[in-house]
């Protein structure tokens, strides 16, 4: 170990992460809703902020510094290819999709979008932001479920990028 520190996230990690977040957060509220993917993102635009919520709870601060285009690419994306990714993350669970933690499911569905769609990413990036993303929205060990399931889907989805990285 070099006993450096780790690096602190540039200004464009912590806007796509703040995408991310409220990604999760607004696939969330349309699973648990039922309402238009559209009209979601207008509630998330329109918020106004609340002095009282804690910097990362309060959707208008975190508006602030997320890539907005990024947010409206996965909000809309993973909704309109709900059925592919949930076909790609099904086998892969231990429960019938229905019976997954509705947070969980929201980040499974994302990370399966990016994992299919944002090669760009690497792989391993998608799986550190589901975890987090679990670790701060999720059940308690939830991290650790999201973890297990990213990671085969990203065998099955980038067999040839996991490969390279394990070697």
Do not use: C
Not at 22 to 49: D, N, P
Not at 79 to 106: K, V
Not at 147 to 158: C, V, Y
């Amino acid at each position: 170990m070099s006993g450096e520190r780790p690096r602190a996230p540039s200004k464009a990690q912590q806007s796509r992460h703040a995408a991310r977040e409220l990604a999760v957060q607004g696939l969330y509220q349309w699973q648990m809703t039922g309402k238009s993917i559209s009209a979601v993102e207008a509630e998330f635009r329109s918020q106004v902020a609340d002095d009282d919520l804690e910097d990362h709870e309060n959707w208008h601060k975190v508006m602030e510094i997320a890539d907005l285009a990024l947010f409206h690419e996965l909000l809309h994306n993973v909704a309109d290819q709900r059925r592919e990714l949930d076909a790609a993350i099904a086998p892969l669970l231990d429960r019938r999709l229905e019976d997954l933690d509705p947070i969980e499911l929201a980040i499974l569905r994302l990370g399966a979008y990016e994992l299919s769609r944002r090669l760009e990413v690497p792989y391993r990036a998608v799986i550190n932001e589901g975890v987090e993303l679990a670790k701060s929205f999720g059940a308690t060990d939830g991290h650790k479920y999201v973890n297990g399931i990213l990671d085969k889907l990203a065998g099955r989805l980038r067999s040839a990028e996991v490969t390279a990285r394990r070697r």
